[in-house]
Structures are given as C-alpha cells and as structure tokens.
C-alpha cells in the first residue's frame, strides 16, 4: 500500500499563487508516475499535470499550461504544483495521485485525500 498526503491548499485572489505538496510512504517502487488532478462541483475529474518516473517528462493541460509547474523530489518521494497567475476557474479540489507498475504487471493507481483550493475574483 501507497499513502498519499497532500498540503498547501487555500484561498487565494485572483491573480495569485499557490505551491501544492504531495508526499509519498509505503510501498512504492523505483520508477513511478506522479500527477496532479482536479475535480470542481458537477464536472469529471480531470489531469492537471503528470511528471514521469525515470526521464522525469511532464504534460499539462491545455487550460495550466504556462501557468502551472508540476516537479518532484525523488528522495523525498514528494511531487509538488507550483499554481501561479491563478484564477477562479482554478478552484476545485485537487488531488494527488500515484501510478506504478509492478513486475508482475500488476497496476497501482492511488489518490490522495484531495486538497481545496479556492480562487476568488
């Protein structure tokens, strides 16, 4: 089992930052995947960003792109969501998440307990 603990979230004015933190425990394996994801009331639950295990990639969405930048810390095992120029369509809750696969195949998709962030205008 992977735990997933995230902080930083809060309200914020238009126009305004935030850094997400999401650190890591448990079972978790060499190369893994690390994202962000957000939900807002009434819609789906949609990616933000995802940085890769191993070369460290990264992909946005379109709508954070510029505005966003997801990092990680290996050796903390902690990703990060530096949220700048933010603005109220940015308010939803926002979740961690952990995917890595196993030798066996076997899939691993964990989540974080999410976290609100509030953006106001």
């Known amino acids: 089992q992977v735990q997933l603990v995230e902080s930083g979230g809060g309200l914020v004015q238009a126009g305004g930052s935030l850094r997400l933190s999401c650190a890591a425990s448990g079972s978790i394996l060499s190369i893994y995947d690390m994202g962000w994801y957000r939900q807002s009331p009434g819609k789906q639950r949609e990616l933000v960003a995802v940085i890769r295990g191993g070369g460290g990639s990264t992909n946005y969405a379109d709508s954070v792109k510029g505005r966003f930048t997801i990092s990680r810390d290996n050796a903390k095992n902690t990703v990060y969501l530096q949220m700048n120029s933010l603005k109220p369509e940015d308010t939803a809750v926002y979740y961690c998440?952990?995917?890595?696969?196993?030798?066996?195949?076997?899939?691993?998709?964990?989540w974080g307990q999410g976290t609100q962030v509030t953006v106001s205008s």
């Open positions: 998440n952990l995917y890595q696969v196993r030798m066996t195949y076997s899939v691993e998709n964990y």
